[in-house]
């Protein structure tokens, strides 16, 4: 058990637990530093979901017409590479 622990994790249980604690002190300085409070961030991400919640299938619209207009660059390019890929490996 204690080898798919370690497997795991990385390393031993106690040295994860160990780095896990020194990263979250550096990263609490930081953004203590930078004026971040972690309910700043909760409040942010629950904004975040209730406009993406009020504006309901728009989001979907809105990445189909992105997808669309990606897809008007990127096929005729993957067309024409393909073609070029393939006269170029004709050596007759």
Same mark, same amino acid.
């Given at each position: !058990?204690?080898?798919? !622990?370690?497997?795991?994790?990385?390393?031993?249980?106690?040295?994860?637990?160990?780095?896990?604690?020194?990263?979250?002190?550096?990263?609490?300085?930081?953004?203590?530093?930078?004026?971040?409070?972690? %309910?700043?961030?909760?409040?942010?991400?629950?904004?975040?979901?209730?406009?993406?919640?009020? !504006?309901?299938?728009?989001?979907?619209?809105?990445? %189909?017409?992105?997808?669309? %207009?990606?897809?008007?660059?990127?096929?005729?390019? %993957?067309?024409? !590479?393909?073609?070029?890929?393939?006269?170029?490996?004709?050596?007759?």
């Amino acid at each position: !058990m204690a080898g798919r !622990m370690t497997r795991f994790l990385g390393d031993s249980p106690f040295r994860v637990l160990l780095r896990l604690i020194v990263l979250s002190v550096i990263v609490g300085l930081v953004l203590s530093v930078l004026n971040v409070h972690p %309910f700043d961030i909760y409040y942010w991400a629950e904004r975040f979901v209730l406009r993406v919640y009020h !504006m309901g299938f728009a989001v979907f619209s809105d990445a %189909f017409g992105y997808f669309l %207009f990606g897809a008007l660059i990127v096929v005729p390019i %993957f067309i024409i !590479m393909r073609l070029f890929s393939v006269m170029g490996g004709r050596r007759d």
